[in-house]
């Protein structure tokens, strides 16, 4: 167990609806990050957050959006879903910011878009 | 463009069998590369890390690693598998800018005959 937690486990949708995706990081650590794994595009960065602010951004749709809540805790939320939004969403978390620092992973959430 | 390459997809090792999985990185500067562990229905594992300094590294797990500058690699081994090291592998190279984003590889998924 690596302390992040991720809810839901998963998640069934239908196409044109929204989502949010929520992740507490362990406690202490201040940056939070969500990638992106696929079949087509693997395992992809999406966005870093650290301490509420916006840190990094990726591969990271317009159609998606993320913020980091005073008590750390992030959401990403998914918007006007399309069928290769399917995926395994993962939060991770860190003590700090920048590279060096490792990253402890959440068992993520499985999104399915029908 | 920082990328990572994992060339073998998939790899079938006998228990007891000596490991290398192969990553090959492209980056302008000093990287920071990790190896990751994906189990089923599992968050990412970090096994080992490599910022500076001795260019073997040993991880978690009997797992060890090799950076090599010249041929801009960061192959995995391990000199005997075991049937539970069986999973997904992900190399990943960091430092990007001054955030704690990561770009991985496709992965090497592991599989060990009895």
């Known amino acids: 167990d690596s302390g992040v937690t991720q809810t839901p486990k998963h998640l069934i949708t239908a196409t044109g609806q929204r989502v949010t995706l929520r992740c507490s990081p362990r406690s202490g650590d201040l940056s939070v990050y969500w990638y992106q794994q696929s079949l087509d595009q693997g395992l992809q960065f999406l966005i870093q957050y650290y301490n509420g602010e916006e840190r990094a951004k990726g591969n990271i749709l317009e159609r998606f959006s993320a913020q980091q809540f005073p008590d750390l805790h992030s959401e990403l939320n998914l918007s006007s879903l399309e069928l290769g939004d399917s995926a395994l969403y993962f939060c991770a978390s860190s003590v700090w910011a920048e590279t060096g620092h490792e990253q402890y992973f959440g068992p993520g959430t499985r999104l399915t878009v029908t | ?114």
């Open chain 2, 1 to 114: 463009a920082q990328s990572v390459t994992q060339p073998d997809i998939h790899i079938t090792v006998s228990e007891g069998a000596s490991l290398e999985l192969r990553c090959n990185y492209s980056y302008g500067a000093t990287p920071y590369l990790f190896w990751y562990v994906q189990s089923p229905g599992q968050g990412l594992q970090l096994l080992l890390k490599y910022f500076s300094g001795d260019t073997l590294v040993q991880g978690i797990k009997g797992f060890e690693a090799e950076f090599k500058r010249s041929q801009s690699s960061f192959n995995l081994r391990k000199p005997s598998v075991h049937w539970s090291d069986a999973a997904e592998y992900f190399c990943a190279v960091g430092g990007v800018s001054n955030t704690g984003k990561l770009i991985f590889g496709q992965g090497t998924t592991l599989q060990v005959k009895p």
